[in-house]
């Protein structure tokens, strides 16, 4: 099953035959050529006039954006960190899974003592993708080790 939203924002949805070879249904990815072979099913199945895209955009993503905006704000625009420079905590800030934001949150609010030398932001960014690299790996391994239920 495939669904989509039309110009106006109504969602639709269709059942599809085995359109692009092997899809995996229990994902909402699709390769550039399942893409494309979807697409032209579609297309001839609704009729070219019509408009619709596969991309997938929920309200939560939205509102997960703006929690995401509206936190950077504050990192830029708020009380001067003390345990990091401001570069610190925007490099910090982009650790997967808002686990930066909640590094920024429980070190700097709830726990602001003085720290001498204050991080810099090379260290924020060595840091972020050190544990960018080191989530990925477990989600990895979680999802090897896991069985798909």
Same mark, same amino acid.
């Given at each position: 099953?495939?669904? +989509?939203?039309? #110009?106006?924002?109504? =969602?639709? +949805?269709?059942?599809? =035959?085995?359109?692009? !070879?092997?899809?995996?249904?229990?994902?909402?990815?699709?390769?550039? &050529?399942?893409?494309?072979?979807?697409?032209?099913?579609?297309?001839?199945?609704?009729? =070219?006039?019509?408009? @619709?895209?596969?991309?997938r955009r929920t309200p939560a993503?939205?509102?997960? &954006?703006? @929690? %995401?905006?509206?936190?950077?704000?504050?990192?830029?625009?708020? /009380?001067?960190?003390?345990? *990091?420079?401001?570069?610190? +905590?925007?490099?910090?800030?982009?650790?997967?899974? !808002?686990? *930066?934001?909640?590094?920024?949150?429980?070190r700097e609010l709830m726990h602001?003592?003085?720290?001498? /030398? #204050?991080?810099?932001? @090379?260290? %924020? @960014?060595?840091?972020?993708?050190?544990? *960018?690299?080191?989530?990925? !790996?477990l989600t990895m391994t979680a999802?090897? &080790?896991? /069985?798909?239920?």
């Amino acid at each position: 099953m495939i669904v +989509w939203l039309d #110009r106006a924002n109504h =969602p639709h +949805w269709i059942e599809v =035959p085995d359109v692009a !070879g092997s899809v995996d249904h229990n994902t909402s990815y699709f390769s550039d &050529l399942q893409r494309r072979s979807v697409t032209e099913w579609l297309t001839k199945q609704v009729g =070219p006039d019509s408009s @619709f895209s596969l991309e997938r955009r929920t309200p939560a993503s939205t509102v997960g &954006l703006a @929690f %995401g905006l509206a936190a950077l704000a504050f990192i830029v625009f708020g /009380p001067r960190p003390v345990r *990091g420079t401001r570069w610190y +905590w925007f490099w910090i800030a982009g650790v997967p899974l !808002g686990l *930066g934001f909640a590094a920024y949150a429980v070190r700097e609010l709830m726990h602001p003592e003085v720290v001498r /030398p #204050r991080r810099s932001g @090379f260290d %924020g @960014f060595v840091t972020t993708i050190i544990c *960018g690299f080191v989530l990925a !790996g477990l989600t990895m391994t979680a999802a090897w &080790l896991v /069985p798909r239920l």
